[in-house]
């Protein structure tokens, strides 16, 4: 019998230990204004989909949760990472472009003193003949 009590003593506390690492990944999500939502939470915390639905104590803080986020508007994260590498990148873009619009207006001024030096060799050589 002593071992039974133990066992249900253990048993008890494992379920605590989980519903405790369920609210703290909801509230840590709620505070870091992230989006609250299962398939989240079962990654974060690896425990499954029934336990948020069936554990009540867990199924209400989510549901109160849920509730004070309704109405806001979230960008998964991987987007904000994607959005300023992307900024990142058109910034570079636009600096080489800078870079390639500035040898084009040297190699422009070259060649119009290239043309002027030519017409007025040409100048000069039919003034000769």
Do not use: W
Request: glycine share 2%; with cysteine; charged share 30%.
């Amino acid at each position: 019998m002593e071992k039974h009590e133990h066992m249900v003593i253990q048993n008890r506390k494992n379920s605590q230990d989980k519903v405790n690492k369920a609210i703290a990944a909801m509230n840590k999500m709620f505070n870091d204004d992230e989006q609250i939502v299962v398939c989240t939470l079962v990654k974060k915390t690896g425990l499954s989909r029934a336990f948020f639905y069936n554990n009540e104590a867990v199924h209400d803080e989510l549901v109160r949760l849920q509730e004070l986020q309704a109405g806001k508007s979230f960008v998964a994260p991987q987007k904000v990472v994607i959005n300023k590498a992307m900024d990142k990148e058109i910034e570079l873009l636009k600096k080489k472009l800078a870079e390639k619009d500035a040898v084009i207006a040297q190699l422009n001024a070259e060649i119009q003193k290239l043309r002027k030096t030519a017409q007025a060799n040409l100048v000069s050589t039919l003034k000769d003949l």
